[in-house]
């Protein structure tokens, strides 16, 4: 499974737009590129999926270029609420998997 | 039930004690996963299960670590002679075969 790399972490204030990178270089081509967000003593929680392009439901959009090789996760109008863990994850698609994660990043949106 | 249930949500034991932490999965959903996540760490893969076998064990971390899944549903995570380097989160999780992961809360596992 392709690694990835993110920022550790990132802060921003609320009502701003917060675009989280994530990098995995040797994407391959059957692997979709998976987010999923942690707030403390909670389990992960999935957020988007997508191949290619871009995805959007209501929580977040998802942006990936042409070459896969990285991925933006967009938050609109970030609040309070959204101060958690977000974790990028490629993986295979169809099948189990695993999910590996990193360490994510760790988001504070502050007042 | 609605959502992945485990329990206890909190478990406090002396060293060398065995434990049995329990996952509920969301009906219908035919796998299942253990994670563990240490404080401040990332989730670590344990064990997976597809019906009532574990094709995939590769990650539980001795052989003092075992689980099991009855009917398709209810799993139990062992434990045996817990250490103080057991003590972490550990998380359920299930899905259908394909498609998004849905976790627990967790057992909060404290080794004094």
């Known amino acids: 499974l392709a690694k990835t790399t993110q920022p550790i972490s990132m802060d921003s204030y609320e009502g701003q737009e917060v675009n989280i990178t994530c990098s995995h270089n040797n994407i391959a081509t059957n692997d979709y590129i998976t987010w999923y967000q942690q707030f403390p003593s909670q389990g992960p929680r999935f957020i988007i999926q997508g191949y290619k392009t871009k995805v959007t439901n209501e929580v977040a959009s998802l942006f990936i270029p042409a070459d896969r090789k990285s991925s933006t996760l967009s938050l609109p109008r970030v609040s309070l609420s959204d101060t958690a863990v977000y974790y990028c994850?490629?993986?295979?698609?169809?099948?189990?998997?695993?999910?590996?994660f990193g360490a994510g990043t760790r988001l504070a949106v502050h007042p | 039930g609605a959502g992945v249930s485990q329990s206890p949500s909190n478990k406090v034991t002396e060293k060398g004690k065995d434990v049995e932490l329990r996952c509920d999965p969301i009906?219908?959903?035919?796998?299942l996963y253990w994670y563990r996540q240490s404080l401040g760490q990332g989730l670590e893969f344990l064990i997976y299960?597809?019906?009532?076998?574990?094709?995939?064990k590769s990650g539980l971390p001795s052989d003092r670590f075992s689980a099991e899944r009855t009917g398709g549903s209810v799993s139990t995570l062992t434990i045996q002679r817990t250490q103080q380097e057991d003590s972490a989160v550990y998380l359920c999780?299930?899905?259908?075969?394909?498609?998004?992961?849905?976790f627990g809360a967790g057992t909060r596992l404290s080794v004094l």
């Open positions: 299960f597809q019906g009532n076998s574990a094709p995939d």
């Open positions: 009906s219908g959903h035919t796998a």
């Open positions: 999780a299930s899905s259908l075969f394909t498609g998004g992961k849905y």
């Open positions: 994850l490629v993986v295979l698609s169809g099948g189990y998997n695993k999910l590996i």
